[in-house]
């Protein structure tokens, strides 16, 4: 289902047109039902069966967010981000795409968020089931990206959640979904980079709205945490 609903979204993207807006009702429809997690995401339990749809899921909302992210910029530059990573003139390009299509990105990126929250757990069974020597440099490149990604995510939340050009509502939606799954998120990091985040959070807490306390202290404390086992041991 959730396949149709991203391949419905596809066809309202066409090259040199203007990208599909929120305030479009059709557009609207669509992109609620792709940021649905309590439907796509929260109304199951997911097996390691289910990992590669899964995973599709995820990167499905991924794609369709970076469209809003990337919009405007040419393809070559698109392709540094995605490869080399963000220049410091792709980040300027981004961050005023990111408040241009904020009620878009707010619902993909959400559900991303959340999504990678419930795929975490299949990567470490995965991992356990692993023989020895099986967990190759592929998997362990695969592993540092995924940590990057993670990292980064949390380490830009003061600066992103306190902007005020980002709406409250926006800025709370985002906030709410890493909050919710940052214990998940933090059992995928190593103890060093979960002080890194712990510490960096704690001394930007007075940068955002307090709105956002509760999620923002339920974030500290996931990242306080000092198990370490499956992922985090790698």
Known sequence: MYDSISGQFAKLVKKGKPLPQYSEERVRKLLRELGNHKRFLDSRKFTSSDSDDLWKMCGSAQDIASVYYTAGMSATAIKGVMTAGISTTDESAIKINVVKYQDEITLLSSFSTRCLGKALPLVSEFVKRLKPGEFDSTRQQGLIRLRRGVLTAYLGMAEAYSTTSTSLR????LIEAMADVSEVHAQALDLTSREKVRQHLLSSQNMLPREFSTHYNKI???????????LCLL
């Not at 926006?170 to 939606?173: D, E, I, V």
């Open 170 to 173: 926006n800025r709370g939606l």
């Open 220 to 230: 500290i404390k996931s990242m306080s945490s000092k198990v370490c086992k499956d």
